[in-house]
């Protein structure tokens, strides 16, 4: 077309330095017409998961990646034919365009790096496949191919030339069946293919049940064919080896790849743990009238629509603590041999997700009102329970809180976060005899754990800070007084 030309767009940097990021879900097909700032895929990086917009108006001509590729920032993602002539200079000379008989190959990486949608990044490196669990064991591949072929409604003889024929049908991309990456990720490792199995979800979306009843019912006639006449015995008897259930509900090992967050959360946690030596203190506290406070806040109307709870005021008590004791708040500098003191609080919450734990922080905490800081983080809760955490809402936090406490955990000795001096564990809060004017009493008790980087915080600093956090929670009417 002579008024038309084909646009590159490029998996852009999505966060400050992220070189990858992983495809998790298309939003569009070749074919469908597509506007400036429509929403085509959902990605994941180290840091969350992030959906993209397409930054001009015209027609998806081809997606150059599937879903559960790793694709390097830079690399050209998706194809789409806009009208007004020839694409610009740069973005030609930035990115070849894949042949159309071959939408799976990356597109040419330049000599230089070139801006891309958000942030920069062209990387030198190829971009490579997520592993696939084909490097089984014969028997697994066997057993496999079985139940496969069985699926098909071809019984379990034919099995090996059943197999070749499955892969060729990705060719049409608009009638691949609905599945969310979980239950793709489940029918993959039970050897199902989700074009055999009848959803039951809405609109025709597969379900995890439903991939768990197409094994059932695979199953099912293997479990009585024992029973029918052996007629030729020689035939049957590898036809029987592979219909054990080992490699479904009796598997001994099922291996998951790391990836996205939970990867770059394990190489920051060794990281952390071999660069910062960590020193952990612990003190058991009444939290009684805490808890008391918590009850009064929740019917005070300055608080309505809030959500108030015990993290609430402890995050206010470490913020007290932190600001009587200004030096926890600090980082090591390794390069410039320097200790950083921060003037300012970015309080990170970590937060367990299905992809991982993150801790997204609260900017500026320290100068936020009791109700904002309750705002926050009810606001941070639900946006990391929706998976929608942003790249930014992670970096640069000074100070952290993770809280065990809510899966009946007495306390740990938590793991500093990268660039981070001090973290605080927070345990079950619980009834226990306690020693009360006096007299024993069942009270509301609490182990909190803090562990701090001892190159910057000595024994004496880190203890005042966790005995500040505890008086305050015994007695959180010196919120008012030392705040």
């Known amino acids: 077309m002579t008024n038309a030309s084909v646009r590159e767009f490029k ?197 995890r049940e439903d991939v768990h009843a197409a094994v059932a019912a695979a199953q099912a006639p293997q479990q009585t064919a024992p029973e029918a006449p052996p007629a030729a015995p020689a035939a049957s008897a590898p036809a029987a080896q592979p219909a054990a259930p080992a490699s479904y509900d009796s598997a001994r090992e099922t291996r998951i790849p790391v990836k996205g967050v939970r990867k770059a959360t394990a190489a920051a946690m060794v990281g952390s743990a071999f660069t910062a030596p960590h020193v952990t203190e612990f003190v058991t506290v009444d939290v009684t009238r805490t808890m008391k406070l918590v009850e009064e806040l929740k019917q005070d109307k300055e608080f309505a629509g809030l959500r108030v709870n015990p993290l609430l005021l402890i995050a206010k008590a470490l913020l007290v603590a932190i600001r009587r004791n200004p030096d926890i708040n600090a980082s090591w500098d390794e390069a410039a041999q320097e200790i ?40 941070l809760v639900s946006t990391a329970r929706e998976g929608k955490t942003s790249p930014s809402a992670m970096q640069g936090g000074t100070v952290t809180i993770t809280n065990v406490g809510v899966f009946g955990v007495d306390t740990g000795t938590p793991l500093l976060n990268p660039g981070e001096s001090a973290i605080l564990a927070v345990g079950a809060i619980k009834p226990q005899p306690w020693v009360h004017k006096g007299k024993v009493k069942p009270r509301q008790v609490t182990t909190l754990a803090l562990s701090f980087d001892h190159r910057l915080v000595d024994g004496e600093l880190g203890s005042k800070v966790l005995a500040d956090v505890a008086a305050v929670l015994e007695q959180p009417k010196r919120l008012i007084t030392w705040a």
């Open 11 to 207: 998996m852009p940097d999505v966060g400050e330095g992220l070189t990858e990021a992983e495809i998790l879900k298309w939003y569009v097909q070749p074919g469908d017409t597509v506007t400036d700032g429509q929403v085509v895929c959902e990605v994941e990086t180290a840091k969350a998961a992030v959906e993209l917009p397409i930054p001009y108006d015209g027609v998806v001509r081809a997606l150059h990646f599937p879903e559960g590729t790793t694709v390097d920032v830079g690399t050209s993602i998706i194809a789409v034919e806009v009208a007004g002539g020839a694409a610009p200079a740069q973005e030609e000379a930035a990115v070849a365009p894949a042949p159309a008989a071959e939408p799976e190959q990356p597109a040419e990486q330049p000599a230089a790096r070139q801006p891309v949608l958000v942030g920069y990044g062209v990387a030198t490196s190829s971009t490579r496949r997520r592993p696939r669990k084909q490097a089984q064991d014969p028997a697994a591949q066997q057993a496999a191919s079985a139940v496969q072929s069985e699926l098909n409604g071809h019984g379990a003889a034919p099995a090996a030339p059943a197999v070749p024929a499955a892969p060729a049908a990705p060719p049409a991309p608009a009638q691949r069946p609905l599945a969310k990456p979980p239950v793709r990720k489940l029918a993959k490792d039970l050897g199902v293919d989700l074009a055999t199995v009848t959803p039951t979800g809405p609109d025709g979306v597969v379900t």
């Open 340 to 379: 950083v003191v921060k003037h300012y609080v970015n309080l990170g919450i970590a937060a367990a997700t299905p992809r991982g734990l993150i801790v997204p922080n609260i900017k500026d905490a320290h100068a936020r009102t009791l109700p904002e800081l309750a705002a926050s983080l009810g606001e």
